[in-house]
C-alpha cells in the first residue's frame, strides 16, 4: 500500500491520496499447492521462518514442505521465532542466509513470522548498524523478496510493507516500512487458523478492531464511505469475534474474521483521511518492556483511550459507532450515546474474555511514566486527539 496524502489549503474536503498493493493473494481453502509453482517461477534457495510448535503440531510444516519439495527449492529453516521478535533473531537469520545464498524469504506464520522475514530481507544487502535502517536514517534500497503463508491473521503484515521487531537492550519496538518489503504474494487459508487457541483469537479481533479504530476516528470529514466500510469490518469482528472462539472450526467464521484483518488494514480505510496510532504506539510500549500478547494489550488500552478523548468535537463520531456498529437507539443525549458506545465495547472485548486492566496481565504503576515519556518521545501523538506525555500518562494511569 502506498498512500500519499496531500491536505488541500482548506481542510474541508476528503484529502487526496494515491493506493496501490502490490502483493498478489492467494485466498483459497486448501490452495497451499499454489507454493511450488508460483514459487518455481522465481525462485531456488529459500530461508524458511517459522514459530515455535504450531505449525509442526497440525499439518502445516508438511504440507509446506512437500510443495517446496515438489518445486525444486532449496530449503533452509530459522524456527522458533516469537511474539514480539527479538532483533538478535533476525541477525541469526541473515547469518543463515547469507551462509547459504538463499534467494528468497518464505514465512509461515503470524505476525511476528513475517515481521522477521521482512527484517531479515530489508538487511540482507546491508552492512550497517541494523538499529539506523529502523530508525529512519538509512533507506532499505535493495531487499530480498519475501512471500508469506499466514497462520494467524491479525496484524495485516501479509500484505503490507511494515516489520515490528523488539530491542530488548533498549526495551522499544522498532518499525520498519518500505515498498521493497511487501510480500511478492501471500497465501491465505481460513483453515490454517483453527488451530488458532481462544486467547489468540481473541486477541487478533482486538488488534483488528484496534486497526479500524484507529482509522475510524479521525477528523477528516467527508469520508462516508470508508466510515461505513470501517464499520463493516468492526460488525464482522462482532458478529464472527465470538463464534470463531467458541467454534473454532467454524469455516465462515475463520474466513470473515481473515478477511476483515486485512481490509482493516490494507490501507483502503486510510485513502483520504488523516489516521492515527496512538493507542498502538502506546501499546508498544507496554510489549516491548513486558513482552504481552500485542492484542491484548490493545483490548486494555482502546476503551481507556476513547474515554479520556471523548468530548464536544468530537462526540458525533462515537454516536455514528453507537449507532451503527452497537445498535444503540435511544433518546439519551449524544454525550450519553457515546459513553453508552464506548461501555460496549468494553464489554464487547470482556465477552471474549479479554483483559480489560493492565494489573491482569501483572503491569504496575512502577514504568508507566517511563512508557509514557518514551511514547511521546518524538512529540505527541497522533492526530484525532493529540497526547502530550501527561495524557498519555493518565491515559495508563486510568487502565490500571
Ligand atoms: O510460535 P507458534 O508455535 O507458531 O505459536 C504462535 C504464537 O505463539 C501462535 N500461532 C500462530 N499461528 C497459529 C498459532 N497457534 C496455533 N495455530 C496457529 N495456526 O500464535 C502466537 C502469536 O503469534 P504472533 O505472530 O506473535 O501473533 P500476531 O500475528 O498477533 O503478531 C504480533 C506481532 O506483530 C506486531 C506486533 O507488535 C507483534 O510483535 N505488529 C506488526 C505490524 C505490522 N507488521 O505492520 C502491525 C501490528 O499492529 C503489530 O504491531
Ligand atoms: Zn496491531
Not at 109 to 115: A, L, W
Not at 117 to 128: H, M, N, P, R, T
Not at 225 to 240: F, G, P, Q, S, V
Request: net charge negative; aromatic share 12%; hydrophobic share 45%.
Amino acid at each position: 500500500m502506498i498512500i500519499n496524502n496531500f491536505l488541500f489549503p482548506h481542510a474541508l474536503l476528503m484529502l487526496n491520496f494515491d493506493y496501490a498493493i502490490p502483493t498478489k493473494i492467494f485466498f483459497w481453502k486448501w490452495k497451499i499447492n499454489v507454493l511450488s509453482t508460483e514459487a518455481k517461477k522465481l525462485w531456488k534457495r529459500t530461508l524458511l521462518v517459522y514459530g515455535q510448535w504450531s505449525i509442526k503440531k497440525n499439518w502445516i510444516y508438511d504440507s509446506v514442505i512437500a510443495e517446496l519439495t515438489k518445486g525444486e527449492i532449496e530449503i533452509f529453516e530459522l524456527s522458533w521465532i516469537q511474539a514480539n521478535p527479538l532483533i538478535g533473531t533476525v541477525k541469526k537469520g541473515i547469518t543463515i542466509a547469507k551462509e547459504n545464498n538463499i534467494d528468497f524469504v518464505l514465512a509461515v506464520g503470524g505476525g511476528s513470522v513475517i515481521d522477521v522475514a521482512k527484517a531479515i530481507a530489508a538487511w540482507f544487502f546491508y552492512e550497517g548498524d541494523l538499529r539506523d535502517m529502523f530508525l529512519g536514517k538509512v533507506p532499505v534500497g535493495d531487499a530480498l523478496p519475501i512471500a508469506s503463508i499466514l497462520t494467524l491473521s491479525a496484524t495485516w503484515s501479509e500484505m503490507d510493507a511494515g516489520s515490528v521487531i523488539t530491542n530488548p537492550d533498549t526495551e522499544e519496538k522498532l518499525f520498519i516500512s518500505d515498498s521493497v518489503l511487501y510480500p511478492k504474494f501471500s497465501i491465505l487459508d481460513p483453515t490454517y487458523t483453527y488451530s488458532v487457541p481462544k486467547t489468540q483469537t481473541a486477541a487478533w479481533v482486538a488488534d483488528i478492531m484496534s486497526h479500524v479504530f484507529e482509522q475510524y476516528f479521525s477528523n477528516t470529514p467527508w469520508t462516508f464511505l470508508t466510515d461505513r466500510m470501517a464499520e463493516a469490518i468492526l460488525n464482522t469482528c462482532r458478529k464472527y469475534g465470538e463464534t470463531a472462539i467458541s467454534d473454532p472450526e467454524n469455516y465462515n467464521a475463520r474466513a470473515n474474521i481473515m478477511r476483515a484483518s486485512s481490509w482493516a488494514l490494507n490501507g483502503f480505510l486510510s485513502c483520504g483521511r488523516d489516521t492515527d496510532r496512538a493507542t498502538h504506539i502506546i501499546e508498544h510500549e507496554l510489549s516491548a518492556i513486558y513482552d504481552i500478547t500485542h492484542g491484548v494489550g490493545l483490548a486494555i488500552l482502546t476503551p481507556h483511550r476513547m474515554e479520556y478523548v471523548l468530548d464536544e468535537n468530537n462526540v458525533d463520531k462515537f454516536v455514528d459507532l453507537a449507532v451503527n456498529v452497537r445498535d444503540i437507539t435511544n433518546d439519551w443525549n449524544k454525550m450519553q450515546i457515546a459513553k453508552q458506545a464506548i461501555e460496549e465495547t468494553r464489554k464487547f472485548f470482556d465477552s471474549l474474555w479479554l483483559p480489560s486492566r493492565l494489573q491482569e496481565v501483572w503491569i504496575d504503576w512502577a514504568r508507566l511514566e517511563e512508557m509514557a515519556s518514551k511514547a511521546t518521545a518524538s512529540g505527541e501523538i497522533w492526530n484525532f486527539k493529540r497526547l502530550d506525555k501527561d495524557e498519555v500518562l493518565a491515559i495508563l494511569k486510568n487502565s490500571l
